[in-house]
């Protein structure tokens, strides 16, 4: 088990993965580093793969005497990087966990190789809305009705049901006050006029029937940022990285290589 330190002393845990060129993986919303399981094992084969628990949630300390944010968050993963020694690593963000990697590559452009955003929005007035039922399924994730409603908004019915072991990887297991610290740090981001700032090459992934987070809000990210390019997996939800596996994942990878660290100066 690693921790590291951030700058107010909260324990930050990690682990890692594989060899090569490091890659961090960023979780979503009041997950953790297990709902990566099925995917990080792909991506490890070719890369130093880094989970990291947020603060608030799995291993991570869950402090809650002040707001968390984006930025935060974002400076939680740095520390990361620096208990390892890395300089500079390809970034993966999913969902809320797409934003905090947003704002690791504006805040600090050093440190980002190539950033992979999925299932993300830019937050503020011009993010796309989520339909008000998933608004709801989100608020009671994390209740006796949270698997029912937030397993098909994640994946397609039949899927969830031939594994239910990824429906229960994506319910919120963190303490309720800290939930309510990610919660109200996703609501309160506004990464708009952050987006420009982004130099490293970038990749949006997203499922075109993604009610979570709507596919709309891809093609903004994609249009914000310069060069980004997009990927719509045609049938997916907002779990696209297990559904629409390896497709999704081969595709995170042929990015990768196509933007090794060691060619990219800052």
């Known amino acids: 088990m690693n921790h590291a330190t951030a700058a107010d002393g909260t324990r930050i845990w990690y682990d890692v993965h594989g060899a090569g060129e490091p890659l961090v993986l960023i979780h979503g919303q009041s997950l953790d580093h297990e709902m990566w399981d099925g995917v990080y094992e792909d991506l490890a084969e070719r890369h130093r793969v880094v989970r990291v628990d947020l603060r608030g949630t799995g291993g991570s300390d869950a402090p809650l005497d002040r707001p968390y944010s984006m930025e935060l968050l974002a400076r939680d993963v740095l520390a990361v990087l620096d208990d390892l020694g890395v300089g500079r690593a390809h ?35 011009h993010e796309v809305e989520r339909p008000r039922h998933a608004s709801l399924a989100l608020r009671k994730a994390s209740g006796d009705e949270g698997r029912g409603l937030i397993g ?14 990824a429906v229960t990887r994506v319910l919120p297991r963190n303490p309720l006050r800290a939930q309510r610290r990610h919660y109200e740090a996703s609501l309160r981001h506004d990464g708009w006029d952050l987006l420009p700032l982004i130099q490293a090459p970038t990749l949006v992934v997203h499922g075109e029937d993604d009610e979570l987070t ?10 914000r940022i310069t060069g980004a390019e997009l990927l719509v997996l045609p049938g997916a939800r907002h779990g696209y990285l297990h559904e629409a596996a390896p497709k ?19």
């Open 91 to 125: 970034v993966y963000g999913f969902s809320m966990g797409g934003k905090v990697a947003q704002t690791l590559a504006a805040i600090a452009p050093e440190r980002v190789g190539a950033l992979v955003l999925g299932s993300t929005a830019p937050g503020g007035e």
């Open 152 to 165: 098909p908004l994640f994946y397609t019915p039949d899927w969830a049901r031939e594994h239910p072991e």
């Open 214 to 223: 709507p596919v709309g809000n891809a093609e903004l990210l994609a249009e």
């Open 248 to 266: 999704a994942t081969e595709a995170v990878l042929a990015f990768l290589d196509a933007h090794p660290l060691e060619s990219r100066e800052v």
